[in-house]
C-alpha cells in the first residue's frame, strides 16, 4: 500500500506568492495531521482533521494559512501571501487508531524556501 | 499543558556501543508516549509507543523504551548501534488516539565506525 504522499517535495517561490502543498493520505485512515519543522520550533501540529472535518486548528499560525480537506483522499494547505519566516518543511501525517492507540504515518514532507 | 524535553540535542557513539536517548514528559493524564525516528529527507517512522501494561516497551530495529512514572521518563534504549542508527529521533507525548501530539525538540544521533 502506497504511504502517504506529499507534493511538490520541493518549493522555492518569492515573497507574497501563494503557496499549495498537497497531501494524499493512506486509503482508510480517518484522520489527517499537517506539522511544520523549523530548527528553532522543533516539530508543530497545524491542524489535525478527523473524517474530513477540522477538529483543532490552534496551530495554524495566521490567517494566511488555510486548509481544506475536500475528501478522504485528499488535503491542501495554502499560504497567501507567503513569508520567509514561512520557510519550513511541512509534512502531512495521517492514522487510523486502532485499538485505541494511533499511529501516525508521515509523508516525506515538502521543503518550502520563500525568498 | 503538555510538553517533551529531550536534553540532548546531539549524541555520537561508536558502532556496536549501546545507547540511551533520555525523554521527559510532562502530562495532566495518563500519559500516551511515543518515539519516532527521522531519517534524513524523510518522514517520520514510529519506533515504539506505550500506553499501559508492561513499563517495558520492544520497538522496531532493536529500540526498546522504559516508562517510569516517577521520574516522568520514558527513555529509548538499544544495546548495540549500528551506523544505519544515525538519525533523529522524536519522544511524544499525546492522548490514546495519538491525534494531538507533543513532540520533543529530537535528539540527533551520530555513529562513528
Known amino acids: 500500500d502506497a504511504g502517504v504522499i506529499q507534493s511538490p517535495r520541493h518549493e522555492v517561490t518569492e515573497m507574497g506568492q501563494e503557496v499549495t502543498l498537497r497531501c494524499k493520505p493512506i486509503?482508510?485512515?480517518?484522520?489527517l495531521f499537517w506539522y511544520r519543522q523549523t530548527m528553532m520550533r522543533g516539530l508543530e501540529l497545524l491542524i489535525y482533521?478527523?473524517?474530513?472535518?477540522?477538529?483543532?486548528d490552534s496551530g495554524m499560525p495566521e490567517d494566511r494559512f488555510s486548509a481544506k480537506m475536500p475528501n478522504a483522499s485528499f488535503s491542501t494547505l495554502k499560504i497567501q501571501p507567503s513569508e520567509p519566516r514561512d520557510s519550513a518543511v511541512y509534512f502531512c501525517?495521517?492514522?487510523?487508531?486502532?485499538?485505541?492507540?494511533?499511529?501516525?504515518?508521515f509523508g516525506e514532507g515538502s521543503r518550502l524556501t520563500v525568498l | 499543558a503538555q510538553s517533551v524535553t529531550q536534553p540532548d540535542i546531539h549524541i555520537t557513539v561508536s558502532e556496536g556501543a549501546s545507547l540511551e536517548l533520555r525523554c521527559n514528559y510532562s502530562y495532566g493524564a495518563t500519559p500516551y508516549l511515543f518515539w519516532y525516528v527521522q531519517s534524513p529527507g524523510q518522514g517520520l517512522q514510529l519506533l515504539l509507543k506505550?500506553?499501559?501494561?508492561?513499563?517495558l516497551v520492544q520497538g522496531i530495529k532493536g529500540f526498546e523504551a522504559e516508562f517510569k512514572r516517577s521520574q516522568s521518563s520514558f527513555n529509548l534504549r538499544k544495546p548495540s548501534v549500528h551506523w544505519s542508527d544515525a538519525a533523529e529521533y522524536f519522544c511524544?507525548?499525546?492522548?490514546?488516539?495519538?491525534?494531538?501530539?507533543?513532540f520533543g525538540g529530537g535528539t540527533r544521533l551520530m555513529v562513528k565506525p
Open positions: 501525517a495521517s492514522s487510523l487508531p486502532s485499538g485505541g492507540i494511533g499511529e501516525l504515518f
Open positions: 506505550y500506553f499501559s501494561g508492561d513499563t
Open positions: 486509503s482508510g485512515h480517518n484522520s
Open positions: 482533521f478527523n473524517n474530513n472535518v477540522p477538529i483543532d
Open positions: 511524544a507525548v499525546g492522548n490514546k488516539a495519538g491525534n494531538m501530539l507533543t
